[in-house]
């Protein structure tokens, strides 16, 4: 029996990223999908993924609405060599 897979959108962060660009994205994603899941790699993109998750709180809070976040980490193989690279990752879900 196979199980089902599920690919949620994932949304990448840098050390450049503009914290409130990403929520604006997190709210247009979590309204089209019922999960994603925000990647983060290095401090600073970090500390940007979580600015723009809370960025995301505030402008769903105006609308009553909020989601579950979970963290965890997230293990690819890199394309340039092949070696294992390690994501802190955001899983963001919602149920409305």
Known sequence: MEQATHAYPELRVSSTTLPSKLGGAIVNYLK????????????????????????????LAASALDFNLKV?????????????????AFYLSRDW
């Open 32 to 59: 089209e999908s019922p999960k994603i899941v925000i990647l983060a790699m290095g401090d600073k993109a970090v500390s940007n993924a979580i600015k723009g998750i809370i960025v995301s709180q505030s402008f």
């Open 72 to 88: 965890g980490f997230k293990s690819n193989k890199s394309a340039n060599d092949g070696k294992e690279i390690t994501a802190i």
